[in-house]
């Protein structure tokens, strides 16, 4: 028998056998679902993030990780950015160390605001919010939105249908902190935001909704063509909090999460990961058809 045949069957029968026994199986490298398509829009979610403790810092490790596969170029933050005192030593340990890899490499961050968080935050350049409670951001065939859910009121509400109805963008995205949809125990769907939010999404062509506050992941199945992310669990997390109903489409509240999104053309794809690296969620979604 040759050398290499034998190694082989060797490995098998180790692999074979620690299966047999319970043990975890592990994958060399990050398990990539993406098609990295020429001139795609790449960039990572992440929400309830601003700890500063030990997960925190392995969810951006695992991140760093990916990118090397997945060379995002910009990160979404759903709120809740800094947890606690706000002092500049926190900035420094809750967001800048945690980060400061990606930072390095040219990874910006584009945050909104959560409950959590004070309006100082408007103000902290490597939040990119340019002391504005909420702003639009344009790349390539996207257009995000980027709300304060905090004070959803007739002004920001004005303003984000003139912006809505001026966008030409295939993909229409808002990101923010609460979410309208949630089967999670502790907080659930804001249903007052909900009334006053969800008309104007659905009559301006919204395609997708991004929000934290909820400390697990949830993706609920489209309501009025609109498809909810709920993704509160990278720093944050309530374990076994969330209530599935025939609404949800996949849960996951045992670990912390991230994400990591890549547009092309007409294809929305994604990928949810989990602290060690695992894939929680992945697919890939179409827009919704615009009326003209």
């Not at 026994?21 to 992440?46: D, Y």
């Not at 709300?147 to 912006?163: A, F, I, K, V």
């Amino acid at each position: 028998m040759k050398r290499s045949v034998f190694i082989l069957l060797l490995l098998r029968g180790i692999a074979a056998a620690a299966k047999a026994l319970g043990a975890p199986q592990q994958t060399i490298g990050p398990a990539l679902k993406l098609p990295l398509k020429p001139n795609s829009v790449r960039f990572a979610i992440i929400g309830d993030s601003g700890t500063g403790e030990p997960p925190q810092f392995e969810v951006a490790q695992q991140m760093v990780t990916f990118r090397k596969d997945f060379p995002f170029d910009f990160v979404l933050m759903m709120g809740d950015n800094i947890y606690g005192s706000k002092t500049p030593r926190d900035f420094k340990r809750k967001f800048e160390d945690p980060y400061q890899t990606l930072r390095s490499a040219g990874v910006k961050f584009y945050a909104c605001l959560g409950n959590h968080d004070h309006t100082e935050e408007l103000l902290y350049k490597p939040f990119n919010m340019n002391g504005q409670h909420y702003y639009t951001l344009k790349i390539g065939n996207v257009e995000f939105f980027a709300l304060d859910s905090n004070y959803m009121d007739p002004p920001q509400l004005d303003w984000l249908e003139r912006q809505l109805s001026g966008s030409g963008a295939v993909w229409k995205i808002c990101f923010f902190h609460h979410p309208l949809y949630s089967h999670g125990k502790f907080h659930g769907s804001d249903l007052d935001l909900r009334a006053r939010l969800e008309p104007l999404l659905v009559k301006s062509g919204v395609d997708v909704v991004l929000n934290g506050h909820e400390h697990v992941y949830e993706r609920v199945k489209p309501q009025q063509g609109i498809n909810y992310f709920i993704l509160g669990n990278s720093g944050e997390l309530r374990p076994h909090n969330l209530n599935p109903s025939p609404d949800t489409e996949k849960g996951f509240d045992t670990d912390r999460t991230f994400g990591l999104i890549e547009i092309a053309g007409d294809e929305f794809n994604f990928q949810i990961i989990s602290r060690t690296g695992a894939t929680v969620d992945s697919g890939v979604l179409r827009p919704r058809q615009k009326s003209k």
